[in-house]
T-cell receptor, first 114, second 114 residues
Framework: DAGVIQSPRHEVTEMGQEVTLRCKPI?????LFWYRQTMMRGLELLIY????????DSGMPEDRFSAKMPNASFSTLKIQPSEPRDSAVYFC????????????FGPGTRLTVL | GENVEQHPSTLSVQEGDSAVIKCTYS??????FPWYKQELGKRPQLIID?????GEKKDQRIAVTLNKTAKHFSLHITETQPEDSAVYFC?????????????FGQGTELSVKP
C-alpha cells in the first residue's frame, strides 16, 4: 500500500487566490482527518470524516475553509480566499474505526501564501 | 472540554541518558493513548500506544505508563541516541468519539546531544 497520498507537496500562492489541497486515504480506511501544523499553534485538527460524512468541523478556522469527501478514496480542503496567516503544513491522516486503530499521516502539503 | 497537556515543551539530554515526557488528559472517558514521533520535515508517525486496561507497555528502549486515577500518562526513552531527536506528541481518544478523533498535546522537542 502506498500510504496516505497528498498533493501538491508544496504550494506557493498569492493572497486572495483559491487553494485546493488533495488527499487519498489508505484503501479500506473509513475515517479521514485534516490537520494544520504551525510553530505557534502546533498540530490542530481542522475537520474529520467518518464513512465520507463530516463528523466534526469545529476546528475549521472560518468560512474561508471548506472540506469535502465525495467518496471513500478522495478528499479536498479548499481555502478561498487565501491569506498569509494560512501559511502552514497541512496533513491528511486516515484510520480504520475500531477501538484502538492507528492514524496514518500523509507527507503533508507545505502552503505558503505571499 | 477535551484537553491534553504535555510537558516539557523542550527537553535536552546527553546521549545515553533517559528522557521522560508527561501528559495529562481531562476526559475521563479516554481509553486509548498513542505517542507520535515527528522528525524534522517529516510526518508524525506512531511509535507506541497504550490502552486504558493496561498500566505499562514497553518496546525496546521506549515505554509508556498510564495512571488512570490521575489521568496521567508518560513516555520513557532509555539509552537515548541522536536519532531520537524529534518532536514527540502524546494524544488521547475518548471511547465516545465517533470516527476515532485524537486530542493531541502541544508537543515536546527532544534534543539528544552526542
Amino acid at each position: 500500500d502506498a500510504g496516505v497520498i497528498q498533493s501538491p507537496r508544496h504550494e506557493v500562492t498569492e493572497m486572495g487566490q483559491e487553494v485546493t489541497l488533495r488527499c487519498k486515504p489508505i484503501s479500506g480506511h473509513n475515517s479521514l482527518f485534516w490537520y494544520r501544523q504551525t510553530m505557534m499553534r502546533g498540530l490542530e485538527l481542522l475537520i474529520y470524516f467518518n464513512n465520507n460524512v463530516p463528523i466534526d468541523d469545529s476546528g475549521m478556522p472560518e468560512d474561508r475553509f471548506s472540506a469535502k469527501m465525495p467518496n471513500a478514496s478522495f478528499s479536498t480542503l479548499k481555502i478561498q480566499p487565501s491569506e498569509p496567516r494560512d501559511s502552514a503544513v497541512y496533513f491528511c491522516a486516515s484510520s480504520l474505526v475500531r477501538p484502538y486503530n492507528e492514524q496514518f499521516f500523509g507527507p503533508g502539503t507545505r502552503l505558503t501564501v505571499l | 472540554g477535551e484537553n491534553v497537556e504535555q510537558h516539557p515543551s523542550t527537553l535536552s539530554v546527553q546521549e545515553g541518558d533517559s528522557a521522560v515526557i508527561k501528559c495529562t488528559y481531562s476526559d475521563s472517558a479516554s481509553n486509548y493513548f498513542p505517542w507520535y514521533k515527528q522528525e524534522l520535515g517529516k510526518r508524525p508517525q506512531l511509535i507506541i500506544d497504550i490502552r486504558s486496561n493496561v498500566g505499562e507497555k514497553k518496546d525496546q528502549r521506549i515505554a509508556v505508563t498510564l495512571n488512570k486515577t490521575a489521568k496521567h500518562f508518560s513516555l520513557h526513552i532509555t539509552e537515548t541516541q541522536p536519532e531520537d531527536s524529534a518532536v514527540y506528541f502524546c494524544a488521547a481518544r475518548s471511547i465516545y468519539n465517533q470516527g476515532g478523533k485524537l486530542i493531541f498535546g502541544q508537543g515536546t522537542e527532544l534534543s539528544v546531544k552526542p
